[in-house]
Structures are given as C-alpha cells and as structure tokens.
C-alpha cells in the first residue's frame, strides 16, 4: 500500500475537508479520525486494501493527532497499520466466541513494543524488603460478590504517565487517594510527581522505573505527599520540589498481601479500598485491550513489568473479573480502565505483588 499524500484523506470515506494529511517543513502531520463506529463491521472491513477504514471501527469515534519528523513518518505508519490489522484478526476471535476481549486502537498503538516497555510501564523490583505490616484476614469476613470503589467516591480521574516510567508512583498514588478519602471524607488528587523526582533512594528511579512499597515508605518518611495541584505532573524527573506546607495525606506504613493468594486480595479490595498490584504488562493484547474480560494464557505470575490499581471486582456473563484503573489515559482501554480474568491462576501476576498504604 502506497503511504498517504498531501490532502489525502486519511479515512476512506472521511467528509471533505477533515482528516487530511498537511505537510510541514520537515514535518508531517497524520489525523487519524473515525466517524462514530462504536462496533466491527465486516461490510467496512474486508482484505488488507480495507485497512483505512477499519480504523474507522477500532478507533471508535477518536481523533490522534500525530506529528513526526519526516524520517519516522513510514515507521510510525507501519507500526499503526499492523496494529488495525492484529486487532482486526483477534476480534473476529471474539466475534466467533474465542475471546473474552476486544481490541482497539488508542493514542500509542503507533508505539513499537520498545518504546511501550521504556515508557509505559516502569515496575522495576530489585529485591527490595522493606518494613511492611503482616496482612491478617479477619475471622467475619464475607466480602460481597461485587465491588466498585468508583461509586463510592474513592478514585480519581484516570491519568496519563506519558513517555515516562512512572507507573510506579501512579499506583502507589492510586491507592493512596483512596485511604485518604475514606479516612479524612476528601477525594484529592495527589502528587505522581513528587515520587517521581523525590523518592529517589536506590529502589525507585523516576522515569526509569521503581515500586510502590518503597513510594510508601518514602511518603513516610516524608511525612506526607503534596496535591496534584501544588506539584503538578511533567513526564519527566527534575529537582526535589516537596513543600511540607502543601501535604495533604499521610502515610504511617503499607500492608503487603499474602503472595499469589486471589482470595486475600478480593477480602481486602472489599473492606480496604483500592489496592496497588504489580502485573505482567508484557503483551500486545494487554497494549491493544479494549472491552470485555482480559484473559492472557501466555501471562507470567512471577515476571513483572507494570503496576495498577485494582478498584474492584465483580462477575460479567457468570465470569469472574477484577476492575483495573490503569495510568495510560482514557483512549486505553475501557475509559482507561480493565477487566481482567479472576481466580484464573493468578492472571498476570494480579495478586502476587499486592499491597495498600496505612493511614
């Protein structure tokens, strides 16, 4: 397939004068847009000279505004066209009943896989032990069949850590919005960055990675995180920034789960709140996820490589799913968050590196 030209539409069926690729000096810009297809359509997508408009399909009604340099322009299209064509081919998986998941197209499907592990994602554990509070399963426990933090008011918006390794210090944050709400009766977004260019001891490396139990004990240590607001997010480590006059949660220490056990993290989703977990990032399907239940046969429960926060659990069509806040933005994804398989052998790890802030 020949690449795009000047005022070509990018979208086969686009109305004129939207979505057309202008060039720059040195530059070219791409507007990848579609029209409102919420579903697959196999009457707009049938061979490969389809492509352009199965992105009409996969990116459900988004606009990605792209711009690169000249000599990236054909790599970058590459990458994007291969990624409408894998998600074209595992949800007709889907469509046939052979997936739990769908796939789509959001703001990085134009990534190389290098770029997503670099970027992305950023859980790096380097054997740290810290000082972690012993998890105790309470004698009356009878956790209800679903819960929804969501509802309850204890998560924030969805963030985005951009092109930096910090999702570490999201999930840390994530879980820690959450104890603060229930605790002091305010939903506050807190300070990503202040980990990022803080807590930087030897376990945690900023944009080059790092754990949440070691955020934790920073933050203790600290004596508290400053508001999002106060320190707001770069994408990008810098100078220690933290003002004492501007904390506004606390940390007194962190639980750390029994290791693998699905059980222990369903109790403690239920009556604590949202929890950080470490998981197995490392697929395209997890990159490309869409809807539906995420269930990955190739996932490994000892190898981690990102971090989230789990905000609940439930069951869809008699199967069961924890509810996942990620920190890629809203175009990943359910709005930015995930279901994923439960008490499927410890999916991804989900339960394997589970823990929550003491407050």
């Known amino acids: ?38 579903v697959w359509s196999t009457r707009r997508v049938v061979t490969l000279n389809h492509i352009e408009r199965s992105t009409h399909a996969l990116a459900e009604g988004k606009i990605y505004a792209k711009s690169y340099n000249e000599d990236e322009d054909d790599q970058r299209r590459m990458i994007w066209e291969n990624e409408v064509l894998n998600c074209f081919l595992h949800n007709l998986q889907a469509d046939m009943g052979l997936s739990t998941y769908r796939k789509g197209l959001n703001a990085y499907s134009d990534h190389s896989e290098d770029e997503v592990k670099k970027y992305r994602k950023g859980y790096k554990d380097p054997g740290y032990h810290g000082n972690s509070t012993t998890w105790v399963r309470a004698s009356n426990m009878d956790p209800p069949d679903a819960v929804d933090w969501r509802d309850k008011g204890l998560v924030t918006r969805v963030k985005d850590q951009g092109q930096c390794g910090s999702c570490w210090a999201f999930c840390a944050i994530g879980s820690l919005e959450g104890q603060h709400k229930k605790k002091s009766g305010d939903l506050v977004a807190l300070s990503e960055q202040q980990l990022v260019d803080c807590s930087t001891d030897g376990v945690n490396n900023g944009c080059d990675g790092g754990i949440m139990s070691a955020a934790f004990e920073y933050i203790k240590i600290s004596d508290g995180v400053d508001s999002e607001k106060s320190y707001p997010y770069r994408e990008e480590q810098g100078e220690c920034n933290f003002k004492p006059e501007n904390v506004v949660a606390t940390c007194t220490g962190y639980v750390e789960l029994p290791s693998g056990d699905e059980s222990a993290l369903k109790d403690s989703v239920a009556t604590v709140g949202p929890i950080s ?46 509810l996942l806040k990620n920190s890629w933005g809203e175009s990943w994804g359910m709005n930015g968050y995930m279901k994923m398989a439960r008490n499927k052998n410890n999916m991804c790890g989900i339960a394997s590196k589970a823990s929550y802030p003491l407050v």
């Open 1 to 38: 397939m020949s690449g795009p030209h000047q005022d070509r539409p990018w979208t086969s069926n686009s109305p004129p004068g939207k979505n057309r690729m202008r060039l720059n000096p040195g530059k070219r810009t791409w507007r990848m847009f579609c029209t409102g297809c919420n």
């Open 277 to 322: 977990v470490a998981i197995d990032a490392g697929h395209d399907s997890f990159m490309s996820y869409k809807n539906g239940i995420y269930d990955e046969p190739d996932c490994s429960s000892t190898q981690f490589d990102h971090a989230v926060v789990v905000v609940g659990y439930g069951v869809e069509d008699g199967m069961d799913y924890w």
